[in-house]
């Protein structure tokens, strides 16, 4: 574990995948460096792979939960957006 909230067992991180392929991001909150939260989202190409991702990393006081959902729409917006261009 690199802080508290690393994800350290099996079962909760099958359940963080669960979410993420159910949301299409995912969200580091503190689990490599505290303080510092992110939101990710895959890139995909024109055979629908993943090739690449995109994320944003803010400082937790300027990324607080409640902006979580529209900062990880942006986030996913980009992701589709860069996905069209097909790399």
């Known amino acids: ?10 079962d909760i991180l ?3 995948l669960d979410n ?5 991001y995912a969200i580091d909150n503190e689990e ?11 890139i995909f190409d024109l055979d629908g792979k993943v090739t690449a991702a995109i994320s944003i990393s803010l400082l ?6 409640s902006l979580i959902p529209e900062i990880s729409q942006d986030v996913c917006n980009a992701a589709k957006q860069l996905s069209y261009l097909s790399f």
Do not use: H, Q, W
């Not at 574990?1 to 099996?10: E, M």
């Not at 993420?20 to 299409?24: E, P, R, S, T």
């Not at 490599?32 to 895959?42: E, F, W």
């Open 20 to 24: 993420v392929k159910k949301n299409g």
């Open 60 to 65: 937790v006081p300027y990324f607080p939960d």
């Open 1 to 10: 574990a690199k802080t508290n909230y690393s994800i350290t067992k099996k």
């Open 14 to 16: 099958d359940k963080e």
């Open 32 to 42: 490599s460096v505290m303080g510092l939260r992110c939101v990710a989202a895959p």
